[in-house]
């Protein structure tokens, strides 16, 4: 048991859901509620002058994308578990937010004991999840089972202008290509992801890390 309450902040633009948290953490002893912010900006100055051990951050915010954010907190005060409360359930973005140095993933739908539970792990210094998080984090995508497609260098060069938004027309004249042979290209990248569209080509393209 701590002897000293751990320091926590709270980032979330809804004002509904920091005084929802607030309420279910304030009479957990272990833990002593620092701050609250409905903006990155905000908490990034607080943590320039304050010692934060767990910050529960949302990861769609005004100001910030929570997966880079993450990153900054990390810059900046390694020793802050980072742990994302999120209604977001891709496989990928729990992925990205680990690798840039979260220490959990929880999803919005999490009971109180389980959040308080999943913040005592963090701090025992365990990578945590909530059950929703865990069955995601156990269930590999389409994409991932497939593994990723072998491409040549042209087609890797056409995937990132297609990401990029370019038109058949600008890449044709950007890799001094004809028109023709640009869509031969693009509908091929299509077929070895296997997709129906390009939406969908470079979602998938993403997820497998090739943009």
């Known amino acids: 048991m701590l002897i000293n309450p751990a320091t926590l902040a709270i980032v979330d633009d809804h004002p509904i859901v920091l005084e929802g948290l607030q309420k279910l953490l304030t009479n957990v002893k272990s833990i002593q509620i620092t701050g609250c912010f409905t903006s990155g900006l905000a908490f990034m100055s607080f943590l320039k002058e304050n010692k934060v051990d767990v910050l529960l951050l949302d990861i769609t915010l005004p100001d910030a994308n929570g997966i880079e954010l993450c990153r900054e907190v990390k810059a900046l ?3 802050t ?3 994302a409360l999120s209604n977001h359930s891709e496989r990928s973005m729990i992925l990205q937010m680990i690798q840039n140095g979260a220490t959990g993933y ?3 739908n999490i009971s109180s004991e389980e959040l308080v539970a999943c913040i005592q792990e963090a701090l025992s210094g365990m990578i945590t999840f909530s059950k929703g998080a865990k069955e995601i984090m156990a269930r590999p995508s389409i994409s991932e089972l497939k593994g990723i497609p072998q491409l040549t260098k042209r087609e890797k060069e056409i995937l990132h202008l297609i990401a990029d938004g370019k038109t058949t027309p600008d890449i044709a004249q950007q ?3 004809s028109p023709l042979t640009v869509e031969t290209h693009r509908k ?3 077929q070895k992801f ?3 569209n390009v939406a969908a080509l470079i979602k998938i393209a993403s997820q497998q890390g090739l943009l």
């Open 77 to 79: 005060s390694p020793d």
């Open 175 to 177: 890799l001094n290509l």
């Open 194 to 196: 296997q997709v129906r």
């Open 81 to 83: 578990h980072v742990l």
């Open 188 to 190: 091929n990248l299509i």
């Open 106 to 108: 929880l999803l919005k």
